[in-house]
């Protein structure tokens, strides 16, 4: 069975512009997570999507944005990219809506902003 | 959200048996514990989850006293691949599962 996919596996990019990550859930998960780790850093929970909406977000300013598709992926969309923005951004799935803390995650997206 | 308290690091050999102490004295009725295992530059996986006494997987065990107020996660029979930070995380299901990670346990596993 195919895990969590992210893509790219690197993007580097320069202040101002915007990012585009992608993810793909492990098949029959509806829940898919982002969340951000910067270096040395823990990992700090992002956004929440559950079968197409928006449950959750974590306190990050409104440039992080995302979205669910129908077919349960999801892309996470950073505008006007700051210098501490670089960091590994995660995606998770689970079933969704289950009283379990059993999350998958993706291998990363290594987001680089000069 | 209860806080945990885990220790920065441990040091261990191949083929000792691991036990990590998290202390949560704050732990609410509804918490759930679950461990979770961070490679360098890798996603962190699921390792395990429990309510009450023990449970155990082809993986680990976890211990839970009766208060609740800590919880013990036992590798048994390290190895190298086990080398890792190691993550408690206590928080309330239904709805809505955000992980809340600390700093972790950084075991170093030597031959």
């Known amino acids: 069975e195919a895990g969590v996919t992210q893509s790219p596996t690197h993007l580097i990019k320069t202040r101002g512009q915007q990012a585009t990550l992608r993810c793909s859930p492990i098949?029959?998960?509806?829940?898919v997570y982002w969340y951000q780790q910067a270096l040395g850093l823990g990992l700090q929970f992002l956004l929440w999507?559950?079968?197409?909406?928006?449950?959750n977000r974590g306190n990050f300013p409104p440039r992080f944005s995302g979205r669910q598709f129908p077919n349960y992926s999801s892309e996470l969309n950073v505008n006007a990219l700051e210098l501490e923005d670089s960091a590994l951004y995660l995606c998770?799935?689970?079933?969704?809506?289950?009283?379990?803390?059993?999350?998958?995650f993706g291998p990363g997206t290594r987001l680089t902003v000069t | 959200l209860a806080k945990t308290t885990q220790p920065i690091s441990m040091d261990s050999y191949e083929g000792q048996e691991v036990n990590i102490t998290c202390s949560h004295n704050?732990?609410?009725?509804?918490?759930?514990i679950t461990w979770y295992q961070q490679f360098p530059s890798q996603g962190p996986r699921f390792i395990i989850q429990?309510?009450?006494t023990k449970v155990t997987n082809e993986v680990a065990s976890l211990f839970i006293p009766a208060d609740r107020k800590s919880s013990t996660l036992s590798l048994p029979r390290v190895s190298l691949s086990d080398t890792a930070v190691y993550y408690c995380?206590?928080?309330?299901?239904?709805?809505?599962?955000?992980?809340?990670f600390g700093t972790g346990t950084r075991l170093l596993v030597s031959p």
């Open positions: 998770a799935s689970s079933f969704g809506r289950e009283n379990t803390y059993e999350q998958y």
């Open positions: 098949s029959g998960h509806t829940s």
């Open positions: 999507y559950d079968e197409g909406e928006e449950r």
């Open positions: 704050n732990i609410a009725t509804n918490d759930y």
């Open positions: 429990g309510y009450k």
């Open positions: 995380l206590v928080a309330p299901t239904g709805g809505f599962q955000k992980l809340v």
